[in-house]
């Protein structure tokens, strides 16, 4: 791909929290209307990453290039400007508790658009419809499922019809069934709108079902990309430890052994 074709474009991203490293010279490319999976255990660098593409977090070295705007050398109004572009979907969902989910999905819309009170409730009538939650406006998070809250967080993130949409696990805490309807919501709103997303995400059913291509990520490190078949391939022994769920003891006693057997050449 050529560069010029990225959305997000990240080049030699290294970051370390005090002395520990936590990011190894990332470089990543996300095409126009892709669904890149940032797959890996947990601790591997994964939301971190998130948080440089949201430039929530200025790295130690290296760059993030949203739509051509270095995000790590961008001024104060750039990044504002940036960010209008993007919509996110928190962990938590990251509701307001003390809001109504209309309200919470109306929030963007009132604090950064002139648009007529009138207009923002028909906006956010579409986006609590697109997410499943037709009738649900006056309702409080707390009355709320997992799930709902879940979907009531994406229609939110869609409230500025971004072009850019990141997702941080946005399976974590569901039950598989619940997991498979925000999968579903994922791959219509792919089908349906001009959408370059960025999922985080440990969950394998999740990652095959919904991902163009995957960075597989370990130590802070991409140890594979590529698009689900040439994952499931791959022959990283880190990736194979991942997909076989290859507990961290047996990895290390097998790392153990094969350093034994060449320790005498």
């Not at 790590?72 to 993007?86: F, I, W």
């Not at 996110?88 to 309200?103: I, R, Y």
Request: hydrophobic share 45%.
């Amino acid at each position: 791909m050529d560069a010029t074709d990225a959305v997000i474009r990240i080049e030699g991203l290294t970051t370390h929290y005090g002395t520990r490293r936590i990011l190894n010279n990332i470089n990543l490319q996300v095409r126009a209307r892709e669904t890149l999976v940032l797959l890996g255990a947990s601790g591997t660098g994964k939301s971190t990453l998130l948080r440089h593409i949201l430039a929530l977090e200025r790295p130690t070295e290296g760059h993030v290039f949203i739509n051509g705007i270095d995000t790590c050398r961008a001024s104060e109004e750039e990044l504002n400007r940036v960010r209008r572009r993007m919509g996110v979907l928190f962990q938590s969902g990251a509701l307001f508790g003390s809001m109504t989910l209309a309200d919470n999905v109306a929030l963007p819309l009132r604090e950064l658009t002139k648009l007529e009170e009138s207009t923002i409730q028909i906006m956010v009538r579409m986006k609590l419809d697109l997410v499943g939650l037709t009738g649900f406006g006056d309702y409080m998070p707390a009355q709320l499922s997992g799930g709902m809250r879940k979907r009531a967080g994406l229609a939110r993130a869609l409230a500025m019809d971004p072009e850019i949409l990141l997702f941080d696990e946005p399976s974590a805490g569901l039950d598989p069934i619940t997991a498979a309807g925000i999968d579903a919501l994922i791959l219509n709103l792919k089908k349906t709108f001009p959408l370059t997303m960025v999922v985080v995400t440990h969950e394998l059913v999740s990652a095959f079902q919904i991902a163009d291509r995957i960075a597989m990520l370990h130590e802070g490190e991409v140890i594979a990309l590529g698009t689900v078949e040439e994952i499931k391939q791959a022959s990283h022994p880190r990736v194979q430890q991942f997909l076989n769920r290859v507990p961290e003891e047996q990895m290390r006693d097998r790392e153990a052994y094969l350093r034994s057997l060449t320790a005498g050449f």
